[in-house]
């Protein structure tokens, strides 16, 4: 089926499995434009002159630091060109990790709490990092087996890795964290007013006067911070939202009441634009994956 291929290539990526596990090194120049995926993403930074951008803030890298990147959150990172770009990087599906938590263990936290501290940074000490070492590589090393239970135990060893992980970000010291963040305070406001506003009037002279802003400053400095203009990162936003309604079972125009589109038509275009699908489209497409998921869990 045509719809089913396109949106599992559109550039955001959608993950119908469990997780991935990519191990990658990269010595060419690579260019990365801002993007967001429906999945989470937990990058660990092995070695390179890397800084990462996350919904406004940017991120000096050194050797073992993880980052938290919820679904849906705009991240690029900016790589040099100086040193090879070695990294792991994990996609991670919500609902698995949401069939293994128990009443008092969100192995979710991690992600819910680093979007909402606005903090996706975690910097290990070395004994930490060891043991992180120990799980990855032997999480990699299943995954690539073909020996007797590999499946279950590559399962197995993702389970216990975020189960570690989690327990580190929940006693992480967030001011020694904060070392190598930098970002523009007016510009994380404007980010956090947007992502609660997002049915507003959010057009360039509304934001500028309310925080008191040239408006022709705030373009380019939002640019520079985020690497979206604000008209697309909005509209990118407001389609973001449309997609949790859309899955929700909304119909289409109280979807795009709901995300702030002047009408019917306009929210259309820009959804097809962005997806390559119209929303019934993807509706329907989302529903054929997420029962393709569900079977082959239970199978």
């Not at 679904?71 to 069939?99: C, G, Q, T």
């Not at 009443?103 to 000490?125: T, V």
């Not at 699908?277 to 199978?299: A, D, F, G, W």
Request: aromatic content about 14%; glycine content about 4%; overall charge positive.
């Amino acid at each position: 089926m045509k719809h089913k291929e396109e949106i599992l290539n559109i550039k955001r990526g959608y993950l119908h499995g469990d997780f991935e596990f990519f191990h990658l090194k990269d010595k060419k120049v690579m260019d990365f434009e801002s993007h967001y995926h429906e999945f989470n993403k937990i990058v660990v930074f092995i070695s390179g002159a890397v800084t990462y951008f996350i919904e406004g803030k940017s991120y000096k890298l050194k050797p073992w630091d993880l980052l938290f990147i919820s679904s849906n959150e705009v991240h690029r990172p900016v790589i040099s060109a100086k040193e090879p770009y070695e990294r792991i990087v994990l996609w991670v599906n919500s609902r698995f990790l949401e069939m293994h938590n128990s009443s008092n263990s969100n192995l979710l936290s991690c992600f819910e709490l680093s979007s909402k501290e606005k903090l996706n940074l975690l910097r290990l000490n070395a004994e930490n990092i060891k043991i992180i070492k120990n799980t990855l590589f032997s999480l990699e090393n299943a995954i690539n087996s073909k020996d007797f239970g590999s499946s279950i135990l590559k399962n197995a060893l993702f389970i216990e890795l975020m189960v570690y992980l989690n327990r580190l970000f929940l006693t992480r010291d967030i001011n020694e964290n904060e070392i190598d963040v930098e970002y523009d305070h007016t510009i994380e406001a404007i980010l956090g007013y947007i992502n609660e506003n997002l049915t507003e009037d959010l057009s360039i002279e509304s934001i500028s006067s309310r925080f008191y802003i040239n408006k022709y400053y705030l373009m380019h400095k939002f640019k520079d911070q985020t690497g979206y203009t604000l008209h697309s990162y909005i509209q990118q936003k407001r389609l973001i939202s449309a997609i949790a309604l859309i899955k929700k079972g909304l119909s289409i125009t109280e979807v795009s009441i709901e995300c702030g589109f002047k009408d019917y038509s306009s929210f259309v275009r820009a959804f097809k634009k962005s997806f390559g699908l119209s929303p019934k489209k993807y509706y329907k497409t989302i529903l054929e994956l997420e029962n393709s998921y569900n079977i082959h869990k239970h199978s």
